[in-house]
């Protein structure tokens, strides 16, 4: 079954067995873990341990009989001093570990093979924590009883003998392999204590254990003599799954895997799987059929919408019942469900403890990397949780970020995603500079090329219902003639009167504008204002009204779409000029150069008439005109193949069938024979270019075209061939001197871009028939 969770037995532990021994005067108490033993046993026998040991920190006749570092060595007395601290910080760190292990019995279960990995880490830790407990009080208990019996002798001010044999002696090598080893190492003396995880592996300050840990947890310094040199753990490849995808046929288990989201956002999550679960199951039936020859193997997936944990979480949440955006939940629900029904193994989460588990984070504030491989082959995400990510793995952020895959609404370009590149360019923002393969981010319409479309499922109409509705009614769409407007809080509508007095003069004009208790909406009073309706109550709605009306705002959201698949005709108004990051504060700051042309341009562009009528929303007479001749048109019904929950599954199925961005070779998919070069005129964007042709633009292509051989195909004669600057146009050909450039940074491979001095080399591929994101040959 594709979802992995277990029930709150398989959480349930004791202890296993306990030894108590003497060790000079002193006892020191064994116990071993076992799957199923108490965790609140164990933070209570460390807390314990730990108010022990800082009740030794200073022995008392330490202060009264022997004035301070008197007879040692500055290294002696601050190991001497410190040791106590070093091995409390080690015992913090693991308790916090189990702390948040047992927290975890009140939040989403992680699956039974992570805890395990966890409970192994904490074995593993806990012989060495024992045997430093017992040499620590060993030693107290002999720098007591000698402080006891022997008389007080002053030293010899000149008397600085090393202690031989009470601790190993290390050099920070120097071995080419590892220049920055030095580095690392003067790093954590200075700063070893201001991050627990590094207590947690094991440092205490000294050379030897920071030498240890550069090793064999970051890799930073060659292995000890002596010991296996291998991979760090969270290198280490995790076991195969030989697993197949299946395709489900019920989607009950996936509501266990919501069980854990809580609040408005988890219950319109969860409420949308289900209202659509027909539509998906049939779609999975269709799919089946049509990839009997390619089953795919099994998944192990994250979902982590980090707009939903913590504080902004909170905030989000709560704009849900309030008329705040819709659409990042639209796609989370939509995704959720197209990852299970293809068979894949979930975990679902927006708690950032319980990503710290489930990713085995190290206790502390993430300055060292993951305790074990990566349990997840896939892991969606937001820029919200790619930042909570980087804030938990460490060294390992990096090593994984390849199946990383970032739910982005509203894209980004390669010229903002490389730092290095935005910074000298002029390309930087808040969100950009992640340094991922532009592909990772996949957005919510097919408006940014080097981006994967996504996308959600536009509601549909069950046939069940219409059949049942055609009983009592002449025709299931039978339309009022009724106008809806688009926007749900009454900021939206503001400036927006005239226009809306004009639509009045034809239609019956109606909103579902949010009401806060005690106010009402200050709306036109020629407007009938439901309020905030429920989504079910909301479709039912736009089933019989004539028009759905957009006021320039939210932009590029599902509900227009979700109009269209109900019969309804989208009117929305035209931008002039175009809106961007540099005249819009909505776009400001928004990794992303695009001309926004209207509220909808996918509606504008991939839809068109009759569906979708685009106005000047100043022009009285174009407004007018324009409604009625609305009016005299009739429209059926109509989804895009690609926002229907069939086209979904099969985008989605490709995307994780073919897309590999942990190779270090080029893309073989889609395949050469989709290629089409196109040479484009100046001042043009591969986007344009492409588009003009009927065609989109491929990035994963541009790979072919970054060759002299190609200029030649082309009929390009070049005096030079530029490789050395840095350029998001490149492979490009300037008529001035007949300069050709080739891109050296494959990450800048970009169909966006242009300037007025070149032409740009255009990957181009034909696309199916109503499915944008795929070529005719890649299925």
């Given at each position: 079954?594709?979802?992995?969770?277990?029930?709150?037995?398989?959480?349930?532990?004791?202890?296993?067995?306990?030894?108590?021994?003497?060790?000079?005067?002193?006892?020191?108490?064994?116990?071993?873990?076992?799957?199923?033993?108490?965790?609140?046993?164990?933070?209570?026998?460390?807390?314990?341990?730990?108010l022990?040991?800082?009740?030794?920190?200073v022995?008392?006749?330490?202060?009264?009989?022997?004035?301070?570092?008197?007879?040692?060595?500055?290294?002696?007395?601050?190991?001497?001093?410190?040791?106590?601290?070093?091995?409390?910080?080690?015992?913090?760190?693991?308790?916090?570990?189990?702390?948040?292990?047992?927290?975890?019995?009140?939040?989403?279960?992680?699956?039974?093979?992570?805890?395990?990995?966890?409970l192994?880490?904490?074995?593993?830790?806990?012989?060495?924590?024992?045997?430093?407990?017992?040499?620590?009080?060993?030693?107290?208990?002999?720098?007591?009883e000698?402080?006891?019996?022997?008389?007080?002798t002053?030293?010899?001010?000149?008397?600085?003998?090393?202690?031989?044999?009470?601790?190993?002696?290390?050099?920070?090598p120097?071995?080419?392999?590892?220049?920055?080893?030095?580095?690392k190492?003067?790093?954590?003396?200075?700063?070893?204590?201001s991050?627990?995880?590094?207590a947690f592996?094991?440092?205490?300050?000294t050379?030897?254990?920071?030498?240890?840990?550069?090793?064999?947890?970051?890799?930073?310094?060659?292995?000890?003599?002596?010991?296996?040199?291998?991979?760090?753990?969270?290198?280490?490849?995790?076991?195969?799954?030989?697993e197949?995808?299946?395709?489900?046929?019920?989607?009950?288990?996936?509501?266990?895997?919501?069980?854990?989201i809580q609040?408005p956002?988890?219950?319109?999550?969860?409420?949308?799987?289900?209202?659509?679960?027909?539509?998906?199951?049939?779609?999975?039936?269709r799919?089946?059929?049509?990839?009997?020859?390619?089953?795919?193997?099994?998944?192990?997936?994250?979902?982590?919408?980090?707009?939903?944990?913590?504080?902004?979480?909170?905030?989000?949440?709560?704009?849900v019942?309030?008329?705040?955006?819709?659409?990042?939940?639209?796609?989370?629900?939509?995704?959720?469900a197209?990852?299970?029904?293809?068979?894949?193994?979930?975990?679902f989460?927006?708690?950032?403890?319980?990503?710290?588990?489930?990713?085995?984070?190290?206790?502390?504030?993430?300055?060292?990397?993951?305790?074990?491989?990566?349990?997840?082959?896939?892991?969606?995400?937001?820029?919200?949780?790619?930042?909570?990510?980087?804030?938990?793995?460490?060294?390992?952020?990096?090593?994984?970020?390849?199946?990383?895959?970032?739910l982005?609404?509203?894209?980004?370009?390669?010229?903002?995603?490389?730092?290095?590149?935005a910074?000298?360019?002029?390309?930087n923002?808040?969100?950009?500079?992640?340094?991922?393969?532009?592909?990772?981010?996949?957005?919510?319409?097919p408006?940014?090329?080097?981006?994967?479309f996504?996308?959600?499922?536009?509601e549909?109409?069950?046939?069940?219902?219409?059949?049942?509705?055609?009983?009592?009614?002449?025709?299931?769409?039978?339309k009022?003639?009724?106008?809806?407007?688009?926007?749900?809080?009454?900021y939206?509508?503001?400036?927006?009167?005239?226009?809306?007095?004009?639509?009045?003069?034809?239609?019956?004009?109606?909103?579902t504008?949010?009401?806060?208790?005690?106010?009402?909406?200050?709306?036109p009073?020629?407007?009938?204002?439901?309020?905030l309706?429920?989504?079910d109550?909301?479709?039912?709605?736009?089933?019989?009204?004539?028009?759905?009306v957009?006021?320039?705002?939210?932009?590029?959201?599902?509900?227009?779409?979700?109009?269209?698949a109900?019969?309804?005709?989208?009117?929305q108004?035209r931008?002039?000029?175009?809106?961007?990051?540099?005249?819009?504060?909505?776009?400001?700051?928004?990794?992303?150069t695009?001309?926004?042309?209207?509220?909808?341009?996918?509606?504008?562009?991939?839809?068109?008439?009759p569906?979708?009528?685009?106005?000047?929303?100043t022009?009285?007479?174009?407004?007018?005109?324009?409604?009625?001749?609305i009016?005299?048109?009739?429209?059926?019904?109509?989804?895009p193949?690609?926002?229907?929950?069939?086209?979904?599954?099969?985008?989605?199925?490709?995307?994780?069938?073919?897309?590999?961005?942990?190779?270090?070779?080029?893309?073989?998919?889609?395949?050469?024979?989709?290629?089409?070069?196109?040479?484009?005129?100046?001042g043009?964007?591969?986007?344009?270019?492409?588009?003009?042709?009927?065609?989109?633009?491929?990035?994963?292509?541009?790979?072919?075209?970054?060759?002299?051989?190609?200029?030649?195909r082309?009929?390009?004669s070049?005096?030079s061939?530029?490789?050395?600057?840095?350029?998001?146009?490149?492979?490009?050909?300037?008529?001035?001197?007949?300069?050709?450039?080739?891109?050296?940074?494959?990450l800048?491979?970009?169909?966006?871009?242009?300037?007025?001095?070149?032409?740009?080399?255009?990957?181009?591929r034909?696309?199916?028939?109503?499915?944008?994101?795929?070529?005719?040959?890649?299925?």
């Amino acid at each position: 079954m594709p979802a992995a969770g277990i029930g709150p037995t398989d959480m349930t532990v004791g202890v296993d067995s306990i030894h108590i021994m003497p060790t000079s005067g002193l006892w020191i108490m064994r116990f071993t873990l076992r799957p199923r033993s108490g965790c609140l046993v164990l933070c209570l026998s460390v807390s314990l341990l730990t108010l022990l040991l800082q009740s030794l920190w200073v022995p008392p006749e330490m202060t009264r009989e022997e004035p301070a570092g008197a007879g040692r060595s500055p290294e002696e007395q601050g190991h001497h001093g410190n040791s106590v601290r070093r091995l409390a910080l080690r015992l913090e760190a693991l308790s916090s570990q189990v702390q948040r292990l047992a927290r975890e019995r009140d939040t989403p279960q992680p699956a039974k093979e992570e805890l395990t990995n966890l409970l192994q880490s904490l074995r593993q830790d806990q012989e060495g924590l024992v045997r430093s407990v017992e040499r620590e009080l060993q030693r107290m208990a002999q720098k007591l009883e000698s402080l006891g019996h022997q008389p007080h002798t002053p030293r010899p001010q000149d008397d600085h003998r090393p202690q031989t044999g009470l601790r190993e002696v290390c050099e920070v090598p120097k071995d080419p392999v590892y220049p920055h080893c030095a580095e690392k190492v003067e790093f954590l003396q200075a700063h070893w204590d201001s991050d627990l995880c590094y207590a947690f592996y094991g440092v205490d300050g000294t050379t030897c254990s920071i030498l240890t840990y550069l090793s064999e947890r970051e890799d930073f310094c060659p292995p000890h003599p002596g010991r296996n040199h291998s991979a760090p753990p969270w290198h280490q490849q995790p076991r195969t799954h030989k697993e197949k995808a299946e395709v489900q046929t019920t989607l009950r288990p996936l509501y266990e895997v919501f069980g854990g989201i809580q609040g408005p956002a988890g219950r319109f999550i969860r409420s949308r799987v289900e209202r659509l679960s027909t539509c998906w199951i049939k779609a999975g039936h269709r799919i089946r059929e049509n990839t009997t020859k390619t089953t795919s193997q099994q998944k192990r997936v994250l979902l982590y919408p980090g707009v939903l944990s913590g504080g902004v979480g909170q905030r989000f949440g709560a704009m849900v019942d309030q008329g705040g955006p819709l659409g990042e939940l639209v796609q989370w629900a939509d995704l959720s469900a197209s990852l299970f029904i293809l068979g894949h193994n979930l975990t679902f989460t927006t708690s950032q403890n319980h990503l710290h588990s489930v990713i085995g984070a190290a206790p502390g504030k993430g300055s060292c990397p993951i305790q074990m491989p990566l349990p997840f082959d896939l892991i969606y995400t937001d820029y919200h949780g790619l930042a909570h990510l980087q804030g938990a793995m460490g060294l390992a952020f990096q090593h994984y970020q390849c199946r990383f895959r970032i739910l982005d609404s509203f894209g980004t370009e390669p010229a903002f995603n490389l730092g290095t590149y935005a910074r000298s360019h002029g390309y930087n923002t808040l969100w950009g500079s992640w340094r991922l393969q532009p592909l990772q981010y996949m957005t919510m319409f097919p408006h940014t090329p080097d981006n994967s479309f996504l996308g959600f499922v536009s509601e549909e109409v069950m046939v069940e219902q219409e059949e049942r509705e055609e009983e009592v009614e002449p025709g299931p769409y039978r339309k009022d003639n009724t106008a809806v407007v688009y926007g749900k809080q009454d900021y939206m509508w503001q400036g927006k009167e005239r226009y809306l007095e004009l639509i009045s003069q034809e239609l019956e004009t109606h909103g579902t504008v949010y009401q806060p208790p005690g106010h009402s909406a200050q709306l036109p009073s020629n407007i009938i204002n439901h309020g905030l309706l429920t989504q079910d109550q909301f479709l039912q709605l736009l089933r019989r009204t004539k028009v759905f009306v957009g006021l320039g705002f939210p932009y590029e959201g599902p509900a227009p779409l979700e109009a269209i698949a109900l019969g309804c005709v989208f009117l929305q108004p035209r931008f002039q000029p175009p809106r961007s990051s540099e005249n819009s504060d909505f776009y400001k700051g928004k990794p992303t150069t695009r001309q926004v042309s209207s509220q909808h341009p996918y509606a504008e562009e991939f839809i068109g008439k009759p569906y979708v009528w685009t106005v000047d929303m100043t022009n009285t007479t174009d407004v007018q005109e324009t409604v009625r001749a609305i009016l005299r048109t009739e429209v059926k019904p109509f989804t895009p193949r690609e926002f229907t929950s069939e086209g979904m599954l099969e985008r989605v199925h490709a995307y994780i069938t073919h897309q590999d961005f942990c190779s270090v070779s080029f893309p073989t998919w889609p395949p050469e024979s989709a290629l089409r070069i196109h040479l484009g005129p100046l001042g043009q964007s591969c986007v344009s270019v492409c588009r003009r042709a009927s065609l989109v633009c491929e990035p994963a292509l541009f790979h072919h075209l970054n060759d002299p051989a190609a200029f030649t195909r082309l009929g390009l004669s070049c005096s030079s061939m530029d490789q050395e600057v840095d350029n998001h146009l490149f492979p490009a050909y300037s008529p001035w001197g007949r300069r050709c450039g080739l891109q050296r940074e494959r990450l800048l491979f970009s169909c966006a871009g242009s300037d007025p001095v070149h032409r740009r080399l255009c990957p181009c591929r034909a696309h199916r028939a109503g499915q944008v994101a795929l070529c005719p040959d890649c299925l």
